[in-house]
């Protein structure tokens, strides 16, 4: 009896030494966050945590806002500026604390009593220590160390997520800006040919329904306008949103007069569905989430007949009575509950897991399949645009003003044609920014994510409910 705290010395050691090893990461995970993010977008990620870190970020926010933003540099302001990312990015301490603690022992217990009858007093005292949760450490830490790996993908996946409705916001913005120039000069053809024919119908050279008809395509080229304009600004707060800018920074930040060209030839993967089930973001965390499922199975059937069992050190003395040590252990005996609801709770946690994970894979084939598609079709329209209509507006143009000089056509009719030409461009315009939309669609399916859903991801129990389910 004397001798038992020799024995218990060597499972406190192993205590003390997982303990030890149990410590935090010099970056706090966000290595790995930045990595996957760079091979999806091409730029990573940042979460200050010191002052000076935090003033090379403000100053490389502060640089970016110089000049006009191009698409890669909105995408890596919004990365680094966005508070919403940065809320989610603070969760990986989170992950990363339950990980540290998973390898470390719960504190002992210390339990003192005092009884007095008459002149006798009875004194007990105990220490107990949790030998149950120090023989499931291993597999406790295993089970948070896939959380944290998680925690890490699902840090990446918001990341990606970001910098694809940055993208989108970003082309959204600048062809709102363009249109309203466009939208402007169809008014200033309007209100020249609403003036025009006044004049004249106040002259008698025109009729009441021609100048009527004039006056209304004027009204309409205004609200056009109108509405062009708060389109534009709509778009622009969108994308202020998205970049975290506040203040004077979000009033003068500046985009580009124009969308990018278009590219000469269109995107081709290969073995576009394939790519996807490899580097998607949402399959393997739905994957990861399957394992980390079966490994908490097989810690549920570990444990299924010994649910608590803590083991400590006694002392106990009388008055008048020599004084007396021991140990005591407590188990639990499975008399009523055998864990077999438990293990039948995991088995179909593991195979809900199982059935999502092959849902997000079969989504993610379907995904691509139609982002491509879109993509082509939305490269053939913009291209169509640009090499058919607005050139044949164009000469239409040309012509009809060789046939106003040579007195054949009416003003009105010059005018109207005017019209014409500058909205197939604004049609153009819009053509080429779904044209980008679409190319963020199909690059963000093919590596990053569901370019319109959240991924699928099992919820897994913390190691210290897994701890705590045996107590």
């Known amino acids: 009896m004397k001798n038992f705290p020799l024995r218990l010395a060597p499972a406190v050691s192993a205590a003390v030494l997982l303990a030890g090893c149990a410590s935090f990461s010099a970056d706090g995970g966000l290595g790995r966050v930045s990595e996957l993010t760079r091979e999806r977008t091409g730029q990573g990620v940042a979460a200050p945590r010191s002052t000076q870190e935090a003033d090379t970020v403000r100053g490389r926010v502060a640089e970016l806002l110089q000049g006009p933003l191009s698409p890669d540099s909105a995408v890596e302001l919004a990365l680094l500026n966005n508070r919403g990312l940065q809320a989610?990015?603070?969760?990986?301490?989170?992950?990363?604390?339950?990980?540290?603690?998973?390898?470390?022992?719960?504190?002992?217990?210390?339990?003192?009593?005092?009884?007095?009858?008459?002149?006798?007093?009875?004194?007990?005292?105990?220490v107990m220590f949790d030998i149950l949760g120090l023989l499931t450490m291993p597999a406790a830490r295993r089970v948070e160390q896939q959380r944290f790996e998680q925690a890490q993908y699902q840090a990446a996946y918001d990341a990606v997520g970001l910098a694809a409705d940055t993208r989108r916001a970003y082309f959204g913005a600048v062809a709102a800006q363009q249109?309203?120039?466009?939208?402007?000069?169809?008014?200033?053809?309007?209100?020249?040919?609403?003036?025009?024919?006044?004049?004249?119908?106040?002259?008698?050279?025109?009729?009441?329904?021609?100048?009527?008809?004039?006056?209304?395509?004027?009204?309409?080229?205004?609200?056009?306008?109108?509405?062009?304009?708060?389109?534009?600004?709509?778009?622009?707060?969108?994308?202020?949103?998205?970049?975290?800018?506040?203040?004077?920074?979000?009033?003068?930040?500046?985009?580009?007069?124009?969308l990018p060209d278009l590219p000469q030839q269109p995107l081709a993967p290969e073995d576009a569905e394939q790519?996807?089930?490899?580097k998607r973001l949402d399959v393997q965390m739905a994957r990861r989430a399957t394992e980390a499922t079966a490994r908490s199975l097989g810690l549920t059937k570990a444990t299924r007949f010994v649910n608590a069992f803590e083991v400590g050190y006694q002392n106990k003395s009388e008055t008048d009575s020599p004084r007396a040590n021991g140990y005591e252990l407590e188990l639990e005996l499975p008399l009523f509950d055998f864990g077999s609801a438990r293990n039948a709770r995991a088995e179909a946690t593991y195979m809900q897991a199982l059935h999502r994970t092959a849902e997000v894979a079969v989504n993610a084939r379907s995904e691509v399949r139609e982002s491509?598609?879109?993509?082509?079709?939305?490269?053939?329209?913009?291209?169509?645009?640009?090499?058919?209509?607005?050139?044949?507006?164009?000469?239409?143009?040309?012509?009809?003003?060789?046939r106003y000089n040579g007195m054949l056509i009416s003003v009105f009719e010059l005018l109207a044609d005017s019209r014409e030409q500058v909205r197939a461009v604004g049609q153009y315009v819009q053509a080429l920014r779904d044209f980008w939309v679409a190319d963020t669609d199909l690059r963000t399916a093919l590596t990053g994510r569901s370019p319109g859903a959240a991924a699928a991801i099992s919820n897994l129990p913390a190691a210290s409910e897994q701890q705590a389910a045996g107590h």
Not at 373 to 381: F, G, Q, S, V
């Open 88 to 126: 989610g990015l603070a969760q990986l301490g989170v992950a990363e604390a339950d990980l540290v603690q998973a390898g470390r022992l719960r504190n002992p217990t210390f339990s003192f009593g005092r009884l007095a009858v008459g002149g006798l007093v009875e004194i007990e005292r105990a």
């Open 179 to 258: 249109l309203v120039t466009y939208y402007q000069q169809v008014k200033e053809a309007a209100d020249a040919s609403s003036e025009l024919a006044r004049r004249m119908q106040q002259a008698g050279n025109f009729s009441k329904l021609a100048q009527m008809r004039e006056q209304a395509f004027h009204a309409d080229a205004v609200a056009d306008l109108a509405r062009a304009r708060q389109q534009a600004v709509a778009e622009r707060e969108r994308l202020t949103r998205l970049l975290g800018l506040q203040g004077e920074q979000a009033a003068a930040f500046k985009l580009p007069e124009r």
């Open 275 to 278: 790519t996807a089930i490899d």
């Open 372 to 402: 491509h598609a879109a993509y082509r079709t939305a490269y053939d329209l913009a291209k169509h645009h640009r090499d058919e209509v607005v050139p044949l507006r164009q000469r239409i143009s040309e012509e009809n003003l060789l």
